[in-house]
Nanobody, 121 residues
Framework: QVQLVESGGGLVQAGGSLRLSCAAT????????IGWHRQAPGKQRELVAV???????KYADSVKGRFTISSDNAKNTLYLQMNSLKPEDTAVYYC???????????????WGQGTQVTVSS
């Protein structure tokens, strides 16, 4: 079975840093990383960062210069480095990627279970 495990969230003071990880395991051939989204209470899920197949990246204006998305495809892992965190970054963060499943020889889109990031003033 293919599983997606998201980790790295927690409670941090304003100005601090966290690194989120999203690791795919199980009967898979490869991953195609897509990006990270977040959802604050009472708000729509919003895009945070996207990574293209050629390594290009795009960020929401609110996080530009502070967050960095990257992937290690050999380890089937997607990362989000978050620096200079602000209270408004408080949300549940979700990774998103496509996985080539060995059993079906097909791509399927996966979302992480979500990890809470809380930034205190």
């Amino acid at each position: 079975q293919v599983q997606l495990v998201e980790s790295g969230g927690g409670l941090v003071q304003a100005g601090g840093s966290l690194r989120l990880s999203c690791a795919a395991t199980g009967s898979l051939f490869s991953i195609n990383p897509i990006g990270w989204h977040r959802q604050a209470p009472g708000k729509q899920r919003e895009l945070v960062a996207v990574i293209g197949s050629g390594g290009s990246t795009k960020y929401a204006d609110s996080v530009k210069g502070r967050f960095t998305i990257s992937s290690d495809n050999a380890k089937n892992t997607l990362y989000l480095q978050m620096n200079s965190l602000k209270p408004e970054d408080t949300a549940v963060y979700y990774c998103n990627l496509d996985i080539m499943e060995i059993a079906t020889k097909s791509w399927r889109n996966y979302w992480g279970q979500g990890t809470q990031v809380t930034v205190s003033s």
